[in-house]
């Protein structure tokens, strides 16, 4: 019984883990491109409003100024927006 318990304990805790890791968000906090890459040479999908809830998908990158870039999702396209206009 001890066992199973544990073994249900770890589940619980792994369902929680991945459904807090699939509600992440950025939040654009100026008017914002979404790119196909990370940095300002990719090409721009789509033009966002400051305050837009973007799914964060789990991937950051730093370009070459050092700025950090977060892979998101938003309306149906995946893209990446600038750490300077969003967090």
Known sequence: MKKFMSALLMVLVVVCLCASALAATVTTTGNVWLRSGPGKGYRKITSMKSGRKLEYLGKTSTDSRGVKWYY????????????????
């Open 72 to 87: 998101v999702k938003f309306k149906g396209n995946k893209g990446w927006v600038s750490s300077r206009y969003s967090k």
